[in-house]
């Protein structure tokens, strides 16, 4: 479990009982559904249910599947078919996540807990009129045992009806009491709450959201002032940039006339550590042009200083901006926290700057597609994709391409051929239009999709890349080039195979 206890379970034990009896008792329910605005706490419940799982039940297997994009439970479906050595798991073209599926649905799966968390997309998890008879979604790669359960953390409590039918445990937002008692377990010096109606008028700004409490918490911790001070700071922010900073909240109606507290706590915070510690600052900028979850702290640039890293890191980490992994040496990004500084990059003109940085250095620390690479180029799939799939930068960029390049033979080489297909396709398009139909290069990125194509199947297409491909090869390495002779070569093969039929 790459997660610690954390506060904001605080007065939420009634909530975490009743999960426990669902999955449990001997009338065991094999799937729930934890549902919930964001910010209320829902993954501190479930990170508490897994600890008090491990500590009740040491024979059960436990997953955590970050079900924010695709990328990011293939990876996690392919992390746990390594673990549990299922066969077949690191053969071309694996159905990675069927073959954990039925694994874990036989008798030789064990006892195993699984949790999806923010599983909120309705598209990733269910089929619409028009796939479903061509695209398989999340909810055919649910396994299905006596011996297991599984727990899926939503915002959207249609996908937890779905998912769950009636096992659905709603969590609400906290009560006064419940918030200040979280509160003050966040307090280093228990004597800031004081003056109590101050301390209560803060609550109430703050809605009684744990995410909000806690990075109020950590400001106050970090400068000593008192609730008096912090609810000053926040009643001088304006509406109109938190307006901004909350565009991309998910439940932004609720606060309809009045101020976003997550966003509002956020920005008190973000000025501070920008003026005093611009490098924590940086990393923040970095981090919210990637995916939010599992971030290898070997992506973040580096710094001149090691000593600045880690403090860089632990200054966010102080502030509740990030989650340390320890296990894993990654950071997760609250799924507010994210949002609202993309949205101020946004509003400072910095979002495109930052996002070619990240382009730059992904481009930088990713490795080759060899096979031995895969434990290190497996930690940038998803952040490697996120930034690939951004509108606002220039997308025939030298970085990109060469980000692009890499990453699509990373996936060829992983079997997953028809995610490889669409980025063999842009690179060889970008370096006819930059490089020229001759060049080395070129010829190297046709060669690259014409095997993607034979690969999937599309054999009289890939015959026809390839002449082309030869064809310019004679002309430009020479007729007795080793590479001239190999795509010959495969080129002959292919021929014959096409005629044999």
């Given at each position: 479990m790459p997660f610690?206890?954390?506060?904001?379970?605080?007065?939420?034990?009634?909530e975490v009982a009743r999960i426990e009896d669902l999955l449990f008792t001997k009338d065991q329910k094999s799937k729930i559904a934890v549902s919930g605005l964001g910010g209320v706490g829902k993954t501190s419940l479930v990170i508490e249910l897994v600890h008090r799982t491990r500590e009740k039940h040491k024979d059960c297997s436990i997953f955590w599947i970050p079900a924010t994009t695709m990328e990011s439970v293939q990876q996690a479906y392919r992390d746990i078919a390594q673990q549990l050595r299922i066969p077949g798991w690191k053969e071309d073209n694996a159905d990675i996540k069927g073959l954990v599926r039925d694994f874990l649905g036989s008798k030789d799966g064990g006892q195993w807990l699984l949790v999806y968390?923010?599983?909120?997309?309705?598209?990733?998890?269910?089929?619409?009129?028009?796939?479903?008879?061509?695209?398989?979604c999340l909810v055919d790669y649910l396994p299905k045992s006596t011996q297991g359960a599984i727990v899926f953390t939503t915002r959207d409590r249609k996908i937890a009806v779905k998912l769950a039918r009636q096992n659905v445990v709603d969590v609400p937002l906290m009560d006064e009491?419940?918030?200040?008692?979280?509160?003050?377990?966040?307090?280093?010096?228990?004597?800031?709450?004081?003056?109590?109606?101050?301390?209560?008028?803060?609550?109430?700004?703050?809605?009684?959201?744990?995410l909000a409490i806690i990075q109020a918490a950590a400001y106050i911790n970090a400068n000593g002032i008192g609730t008096a001070d912090y609810l000053s700071l926040l009643n001088d922010q304006e509406e109109e940039v938190i307006g901004l900073l909350s565009e991309d909240f998910e439940d932004d109606?609720?606060?309809r006339g009045i101020k976003n507290p997550v966003a509002t706590t956020w920005l008190i915070s973000f000025e501070q550590i920008r003026r005093r510690h611009p490098l924590a600052a940086e990393y923040l900028s970095f981090m919210a042009c990637i995916e939010s979850k599992?971030?290898?702290?070997?992506?973040l640039p580096p710094s001149l200083s090691r000593k600045k890293e880690v403090d860089a890191i632990g200054t966010l980490d102080a502030y509740s901006f990030i989650i340390r992994r320890p296990a894993d040496v990654a950071l997760d990004i609250h799924s507010l926290v994210h949002p609202a500084m993309r949205n101020w990059l946004r509003e400072e003109n910095l979002l495109t700057q930052w996002s070619e940085k990240c382009i730059v250095r992904l481009a930088e620390v990713f490795p080759s597609h060899d096979y031995q690479n895969r434990s290190i180029w497996k930690k940038y799939l998803t952040?490697?994709?996120?930034?690939?799939?951004?509108?606002?930068?220039?997308?025939?960029?030298?970085y990109r391409i060469d980000l692009a390049r890499k990453f699509g033979m990373c996936l060829y080489s992983d079997g997953r051929w028809n995610e490889a297909e669409n980025l063999d396709m842009l690179v060889m398009e970008t370096r006819k239009r930059v490089l020229g139909q001759e060049h080395p290069d070129t010829l190297t990125s046709m060669n690259n999709l014409a095997f993607t194509w034979k690969l999937l199947g599309r054999l009289e297409k890939s015959i026809k890349l390839l002449e082309e491909c030869v064809m310019f090869c004679s002309q430009v390495l020479g007729a007795d080039h080793p590479n001239t002779i190999a795509s010959s070569t495969t080129l002959l093969e292919w021929q014959t195979e096409s005629l044999t039929g």
């Open positions: 610690e206890r954390n506060p904001s379970f605080t007065g939420r034990e009634s968390d923010n599983a909120d997309d309705m598209d990733q998890w269910f089929h619409n009129s028009k796939d479903e008879h061509t695209t398989r009491s419940t918030a200040r008692q979280l509160l003050r377990n966040c307090l280093v010096d228990q004597r800031l709450l004081e003056p109590l109606d101050k301390s209560t008028a803060l609550l109430q700004q703050l809605t009684f959201l744990p109606g609720r606060y599992d971030v290898p702290q070997s992506l952040h490697a994709k996120y930034a690939l799939d951004s509108d606002i930068i220039d997308k025939h960029g030298e």
